[in-house]
């Protein structure tokens, strides 16, 4: 990556990236290590609250050039805008990419438009849903998608939702999951004993992956399935906990609901492929609730690994589930019924379920592969280049929707 490499390159802006917890960490890497498969020089900026204030690291990993700033105990856009210049300025990119339309999208379109270089924002979810209804953010919301020479949303309805809002044409490019990494396995049955998921009466197993917190629904899937304890054995997966700020939600739960808290599983975060199919494999229903979303990692490794979804139609989650077919949908404002809902998918036979499991991995191989991702930003990354620094004509505009 030397600074008189003149080869294509891009300067990710991001909030996170992997091995840093979460689904925007998890995409961030993705995305970047797509493009340094195509060859592209990549480096990321990202705030690091492990580093003192002002503080400018180097990490190296997956042939991406990291580069955290220290942020202390709260965001600094001076600092990471201009380390975000220098690390363009120094490397010669040729293009900067928000991963995130708030801060980071904001520094983007800032150091884009102080060197004169295209800039792509891409809106993943809690960006949108939040920056426009809090004060601190709408302004860097606004500024990141104003400015940007495009801007791409992880769902159609963040992509409608935003042109509306700012009078501009938004693609769509959803989310992707590695569906060799995330594959159906066989029942691990010593995990399923450990779990208590063994025995002659053994309880349906419900799974929720991700960390658990009001936005994903909380308040609804856990009386939910306090209610469906009361009418049938059932195990509840919480696969990556539950977030520091909702434990006294959790344990408001266990106080008013003794009975079921017993039969709720916290198993701790991991981002093992290997690990999480394996307990994907032990659900027969994974169930996410959200209130609102972006189009969840955790909902497209379910699919991949071949297991029936109940999720509220918010988000991509329409882009990706057909309703009775590679999963079930349920209206948000349906979401007291949710006990109901699980009844329903939980009397299947387990045939039916089967047939649904494996219509959710054809799916998501079909419409969410990473290599499906990669074609779409490589076309929007060639399009953008030429058109701000007039190099030969790429391969034509990029796909708008995979689904």
Excluded at 29 to 48: C, D, F, K, L, Q
Excluded at 171 to 187: I, K, M, Q
Excluded at 221 to 242: D, H, M, N, T
Excluded at 381 to 394: H, I, K, Q, S
Aim: charged fraction near 25%.
């Amino acid at each position: 990556m030397s600074p008189k490499d003149h080869s294509p390159g891009v300067l990710f802006v991001a909030e996170r990236i992997a091995p840093m917890r979460g689904g925007l960490a998890v995409a961030t890497h993705r995305i970047a290590a797509s493009a340094v498969a195509r060859g592209e020089r990549v480096h990321v900026i990202y705030p690091s609250k492990e580093l003192a204030p002002g503080t400018r690291g180097a990490v190296d990993r997956d042939g991406i050039r990291g580069h955290p700033v220290g942020v202390g105990g709260g965001p600094s856009l001076e600092a990471l805008s201009a380390h975000a210049r220098d690390v363009a300025e120094l490397y010669r990119l040729d293009l900067v990419h928000g991963v995130y339309a708030t801060r980071a999208g904001y520094v983007a379109s800032l150091v884009g438009a102080r060197l004169d270089l295209p800039v792509i924002v891409s809106i993943r979810g809690n960006d949108l849903d939040r920056g426009v209804l809090q004060p601190e953010q709408a302004f860097l919301l606004e500024g990141a998608l104003r400015a940007a020479t495009r801007v791409t949303a992880v769902s159609r309805e963040a992509a409608r939702v935003a042109s509306r809002l700012w009078g501009r044409e938004v693609l769509h490019v959803g989310n992707a999951v590695d569906a060799e990494a995330f594959a159906p396995t066989g029942r691990d049955n010593s995990l399923a004993a450990v779990l208590g998921l063994e025995g002659a009466e053994r309880p349906a197993a419900l799974g929720f992956s991700g960390e658990l917190r009001p936005k994903k629904g909380m308040g609804h899937l856990l009386p939910a399935f306090a209610e469906l304890r009361r009418r049938r054995p059932a195990k509840l997966l919480l696969l990556g906990g539950v977030r520091a700020d909702a434990q006294p939600l959790f344990d408001r739960f266990v106080e008013l609901e003794p009975e079921a808290a017993e039969h709720v599983e916290v198993i701790p975060y991991t981002r093992d492929p290997a690990r999480l199919s394996r307990l994907y494999s032990l659900c027969d229903l994974m169930v996410f609730p959200s209130l609102a979303d972006g189009t969840p990692n955790a909902l497209l490794e379910a699919m991949a690994v071949g297991r029936p979804t109940l999720s509220t139609r918010v988000g991509g989650a329409p882009d990706v589930v057909e309703h009775g077919v590679s999963g079930f949908l349920m209206d948000r404002l349906r979401l007291p019924e949710l006990p109901e809902a699980l009844e329903e998918a939980l009397s299947l036979s387990v045939s039916e379920r089967a047939a649904v499991g494996r219509a959710a991995r054809e799916r998501v191989v079909a419409v969410a592969s990473p290599e499906l991702e990669s074609e779409v930003y490589a076309r929007l990354y060639a399009e953008v280049r030429t058109e701000t620094l007039g190099a030969p004509e790429g391969e034509g505009n990029p796909t708008t929707s995979r689904s």
